[in-house]
């Protein structure tokens, strides 16, 4: 089940260009892991805005809903943990292809 949005790859690097149509690949794929990446920094700042937004609201008086600044505040903090495991586990796998040799 594909859940978090990413495509199966299909096709393959056929033997007369092997490098090239690979990185003409992932420059015109509009879904690639930095897109996706980057979406999903923007969706982690957006949640972070908006329960900046709510909390100074429910300070300012404008709402009383302290729940739905809890949840905000929750799902902000939840996505940013997120966030950095994801950012720790990149850094991993980099790592990781540093230490091959060739």
Request: charged share 20%; no cysteine.
């Amino acid at each position: 089940m594909n859940t978090i949005g990413l495509k199966p790859v299909t096709g393959g690097i056929s033997a007369g260009s092997p490098v090239g149509g690979v990185q003409q690949t992932a420059k015109s794929d509009p879904t690639g892991f930095g897109d996706l990446l980057k979406r999903s920094i923007e969706s982690v700042d957006g949640t972070m805005k908006e329960s900046a937004a709510m909390s100074t609201g429910l300070v300012a008086g404008q709402h009383s809903n302290i729940h739905e600044t809890m949840i905000a505040m929750e799902k902000s903090s939840i996505s940013f943990k997120m966030l950095s495991k994801v950012q720790a586990k990149v850094l991993d796998a980099y790592k990781e292809v540093m230490r091959i040799q060739l």
